[in-house]
C-alpha cells in the first residue's frame, strides 16, 4: 500500500482497504526503485522484481504523461523486453547515445551508459517515454489478458498534474520547497515492496493519487547525476529470501571513523555496496581502490554521511554478502 495522502488521509484509507477485505500482497509484482532526472539527457529508470520468480518483461509497458496530460499517446509509451530475474533490477536508459550530437541531443554520459540494461526512447523513431524533466508522470503497466488492456502495477507522480517546476517536498508538493523529480537521483525506500494500491476481485493495481503526491514518503532524493546505485535495489523482500545468503563477517579500518575506511575485502571482487542507517535509509556508497594498490582493497569514502552506526552491507561477485558496522563520529 502507498502512503500518499498525509496522516489523516493515511488512516481513512487504511479503514476503507480493511472494510473492503482487500488483501495488498507484498512483494507480488515489480517496481520502479530509482528515477534519474540529471543533467541535459542523463535520464533512466531502474525497476526492480521483488517477487521470488523471474519476471517476462514483454507483458509490460512504461508510460509517460506529460505537463499534466491524462490523454494516453503509443509516441509516449514503450514496450520492455527480456526477462527480470528475482530480486534484480533492470536499467532504462534514454536513447542518447550518438557522441556527435549536441544540443537536445546531446549523449548520456559513459558512466550512465554503462549502467543501462535497455536504451529506450530514441526520439530519433519518435518515441519520447525518457523524455521525461521533472514535471511528468510516470507509470509501470502490465497487460491483462482477461480484461484486453495494460493495468498500471506503479505509478510515479500524479497523472493529470503539472508541477512547476516539478514536485517538491513543500505542501501541496507542486513547486513550492525543494526540488524532487527535477535534477535529483530518487531512491525508492527499502520498506516500500511494491507499487500496488488495490486488489479487488483479484486485479493488482496502482491508483492514480486522488488528492496529491508527495514524493517525501517513498523517495529518498540524493543529488543531480548520482549514478553509483543504479543496478542494485535494497528492498524489505531480501529478507524472505536470505537464506541462500551467507553472510561473512566485514572487517573495517579505522573504525570508528571521519572519513575513509578500508574493508578486508578486494575491490575487483565487488558487486555492489551500501550503508543502511538505524532509521533504515539505504546510502550508496562510491567504490574505489585504497592507497595501498598492491593490495587492492576496497576503500570507502563515508565522509559526507552524519556521524552515527552503520551496518555496511558487501556483495562479491560469487553471491556471497559480507556484513560490518562502521561507526562515523
Known amino acids: 500500500m502507498k502512503w500518499r495522502f498525509g496522516v489523516v488521509m493515511v488512516v481513512c ?12 500482497p507484498k512483494c507480488s509484482e515489480i517496481f520502479f526503485s530509482e528515477y534519474v532526472e540529471g543533467s541535459r539527457n542523463n535520464k533512466a529508470l531502474e525497476i526492480y522484481n521483488p517477487t521470488n520468480k523471474t519476471v517476462n518483461l514483454n507483458q509490460y509497458r512504461i508510460v509517460r504523461w506529460p505537463n499534466g496530460s491524462s490523454q494516453f499517446s503509443f509516441a509516449l509509451s514503450h514496450k520492455l523486453m527480456g526477462f527480470l530475474p528475482s530480486k534484480k533490477t533492470i536499467v532504462l536508459v534514454i536513447d542518447k547515445q550518438d557522441i556527435t550530437k549536441v544540443g537536445l541531443d546531446t549523449p548520456v554520459v559513459s558512466v550512465l551508459k554503462q549502467k543501462a540494461t535497455l ?17 511528468d508522470a510516470l507509470s509501470l503497466e502490465k497487460y491483462n489478458a482477461q480484461l484486453g488492456k495494460y493495468i498500471a502495477v506503479d505509478i510515479f507522480g500524479k497523472i493529470g ?36 494500491d488495490s486488489n479487488e476481485s483479484g486485479i493488482q493495481k496502482a491508483i492514480n493519487p486522488t488528492s496529491y503526491f508527495n514524493p517525501t514518503i517513498e523517495w529518498i532524493s540524493y543529488p543531480k547525476d548520482m549514478f553509483d546505485s543504479l543496478g542494485y535495489h ?10 541462500y545468503i551467507k553472510n561473512l563477517e566485514l572487517q573495517c579500518y579505522p573504525n570508528p571513523t571521519t572519513g575513509k575506511v578500508i574493508v578486508n575485502l578486494l575491490a575487483s571482487m565487488v558487486r555492489n555496496i551500501y550503508l543502511v542507517s538505524i532509521q533504515g535509509e539505504v546510502i550508496p556508497l562510491e567504490l574505489f581502490y585504497s592507497s595501498e594498490p598492491q593490495f587492492g582493497k576496497l576503500e570507502l569514502n563515508v565522509e559526507h554521511i552524519k556521524p552515527g552506526f552503520y551496518v555496511c552491507s558487501v556483495t562479491l561477485l560469487d553471491g556471497t554478502t559480507w556484513v560490518g558496522k562502521i561507526m562515523k563520529d
Do not use: V
Not at 127 to 135: A, Y
Open 234 to 243: 535494497h528492498c524489505n523482500c531480501e529478507n524472505a529470501s536470505m537464506s
Open 119 to 135: 536504451f529506450l526512447g530514441n526520439t530519433d523513431s519518435f518515441n519520447f517515454s525518457m523524455s521525461f524533466n521533472g514535471d
Open 13 to 24: 484509507l487504511w479503514n476503507i482497504t480493511n472494510l473492503m477485505g482487500q488483501n495488498i
Open 161 to 196: 498534474d503539472k508541477p512547476n517546476p516539478c514536485w517538491t517536498d513543500k505542501y501541496p508538493y507542486l513547486g513550492e520547497g525543494n526540488w524532487y523529480s527535477m535534477d535529483r537521483t530518487l531512491i525508492r525506500k527499502s520498506w516500500i515492496t511494491n507499487g500496488i
